[in-house]
């Protein structure tokens, strides 16, 4: 597919987004066709979440899920992966990381 044309916002609007599972990379996806810099951090080595561990193959073939995936990296998503946040890498030390807001996958939003 194609990448859109995106209008973007200054590198300071960074949102942390912990979770690469469908509601992490849902909102990364909207959150950069608005502009912004989102970068997500997930504790497994490949992002899905239940979509790649939970349904199976041949209801939803792993092709399809990374080519998905590889767009919307294309469109300017960061996923960092092998990444655990929280006793090792706090999510208050996203903030100090430059960060301005967190999201995570349960829907919660958080402003520095």
């Given at each position: 597919m194609p990448v859109p044309a995106i209008e973007k916002k200054p590198e300071t609007e960074k949102v942390a987004i912990i979770g690469a599972g469908p509601a992490g990379l849902s909102a990364a996806y909207f959150l950069v066709k608005k502009g912004y810099h989102p970068t997500i951090f997930d504790k497994a080595p490949y992002a899905?979440?239940?979509?790649?561990?939970?349904?199976p193959d041949y209801r939803l073939p792993p092709a399809i899920?990374?080519?998905?995936?590889?767009?919307?990296?294309?469109?300017?998503?960061?996923?960092?992966?092998?990444?655990?946040?929280?006793?090792?890498?706090p999510v208050a030390g996203l903030f100090?990381?430059?960060?301005?807001?967190?999201v995570s996958g349960s829907r919660r939003v958080e402003k520095a």
């Open positions: 899905g979440g239940m979509l790649r561990f939970g349904i899920l990374d080519q998905e995936i590889n767009y919307i990296k294309k469109l300017g998503v960061e996923i960092q992966l092998n990444v655990p946040v929280g006793k090792d890498r100090k990381e430059g960060f301005k807001s967190r």
